[in-house]
């Protein structure tokens, strides 16, 4: 049994394969974030909602793709790993790296995260060898849902975009202006509140145009800010995240009207 896991902060899909490589079953647990939550509540995750509803037996190889696996904090999540799982082959690396070996498989490419934050790389076909920084959704994170919420929320306050646009997503999210300003500005994980805007500009992009032009504006600052300074246009971007899922088309059209091709695209990296 070979577990591959892809860990965010709310969440972690694991894949359970067989010894060939086919996929038999997987599962969903709370997010292993090293950052957020210590040992014992990351060991506590995969005692009570992993384990249960694995084949018996122990796997043989675990990969654990995650938030939060920075160079200092994979020893940790590596041991955890070990004593939990009684597994000595596992190999632990940040959510990037497991972006672009789904994405790219063992060729050179540029891997892409677009979801509620983003990120981005240059990948050699082993490892990530230059990385812009995403620097977050307050000083960076173009092209996440995170931005594409503040860009929406600052243009139909702002009057940027229609009054009719702006009263139906009120309508709709049932929310006032002070409503916004407090999930933004005075209650946790503003980034994720942000990003739920997305699912309105899909939903109603087809009606009003101007949704669809702030979608591409979205992920022309994103190559412009982050791919562009890899200088590598004979590759093509590769991506995965839900923002790049969903908005496919657009992303399409803002890669090659910046001299680049659209290569994979996928929601989940598991799917690859």
């Given at each position: 049994?070979?577990?591959?896991?892809?860990?965010?902060?709310?969440?972690?899909?694991?894949?359970?394969?067989?010894?060939?490589?086919?996929?038999?079953?997987?599962?969903?647990?709370q997010?292993?974030?090293?950052?957020?939550?210590?040992?014992?509540?990351?060991?506590?995750?995969?005692?009570?909602?992993?384990?249960?509803?694995?084949?018996?037996?122990h796997?043989?190889?675990?990969?654990?793709f995650?938030?939060?696996?920075?160079?200092?904090?994979?020893?940790?999540?590596?041991?955890?790993?070990?004593?939990?799982?009684?597994?000595?082959?596992?190999?632990?690396?940040?959510?990037?790296?497991?972006?672009?070996?789904?994405?790219?498989?063992d060729?050179?490419?540029?891997?892409?995260?677009?979801?509620?934050?983003?990120?981005?790389?240059?990948?050699?076909?082993?490892?990530?060898?230059?990385?812009?920084?995403?620097l977050?959704?307050?000083?960076?994170d173009?092209?996440?849902?995170?931005?594409?919420?503040?860009?929406?929320?600052?243009?139909?306050?702002?009057?940027f975009?229609?009054?009719?646009?702006?009263?139906?997503?009120?309508?709709?999210?049932?929310?006032?202006?002070?409503?916004?300003?407090?999930?933004?500005?005075?209650?946790?994980?503003?980034?994720r509140?942000?990003?739920?805007?997305?699912?309105?500009?899909?939903?109603?992009?087809?009606?009003?145009?101007?949704?669809?032009?702030?979608?591409?504006?979205?992920?022309?600052?994103?190559?412009?800010?982050?791919?562009?300074?890899?200088?590598?246009?004979?590759?093509?971007?590769?991506?995965?995240?839900?923002?790049?899922?969903?908005?496919?088309?657009?992303?399409?059209?803002?890669?090659?009207?910046?001299?680049?091709?659209?290569?994979?695209?996928?929601?989940?990296?598991?799917?690859?």
């Amino acid at each position: 049994m070979i577990l591959i896991a892809d860990s965010g902060s709310t969440k972690t899909d694991w894949a359970v394969l067989d010894e060939k490589g086919t996929e038999m079953a997987r599962i969903r647990t709370q997010g292993m974030n090293p950052f957020h939550l210590s040992s014992e509540e990351m060991k506590g995750i995969i005692y009570e909602e992993l384990i249960p509803f694995l084949p018996s037996g122990h796997p043989t190889a675990i990969s654990f793709f995650g938030t939060g696996c920075t160079p200092d904090q994979i020893p940790l999540m590596r041991k955890l790993l070990v004593e939990t799982m009684a597994c000595d082959n596992v190999v632990v690396g940040s959510d990037l790296l497991g972006a672009a070996r789904a994405l790219c498989g063992d060729r050179e490419g540029i891997a892409c995260i677009l979801g509620t934050g983003a990120n981005s790389c240059l990948y050699d076909g082993h490892e990530i060898v230059a990385n812009i920084p995403p620097l977050g959704y307050i000083l960076g994170d173009e092209g996440s849902g995170a931005v594409l919420g503040k860009m929406f929320l600052n243009a139909i306050f702002k009057g940027f975009l229609s009054e009719e646009i702006k009263q139906l997503y009120l309508q709709e999210s049932s929310q006032s202006y002070a409503d916004i300003i407090r999930k933004v500005y005075r209650e946790p994980l503003a980034n994720r509140y942000l990003a739920t805007t997305a699912k309105f500009i899909a939903a109603h992009e087809a009606d009003y145009p101007e949704l669809r032009t702030l979608v591409k504006d979205n992920f022309q600052g994103f190559i412009h800010r982050n791919i562009d300074k890899y200088n590598r246009k004979d590759l093509p971007l590769n991506f995965v995240g839900s923002i790049a899922y969903f908005f496919q088309s657009e992303l399409r059209e803002v890669s090659e009207e910046c001299g680049y091709s659209l290569g994979h695209v996928v929601r989940s990296p598991l799917d690859r």
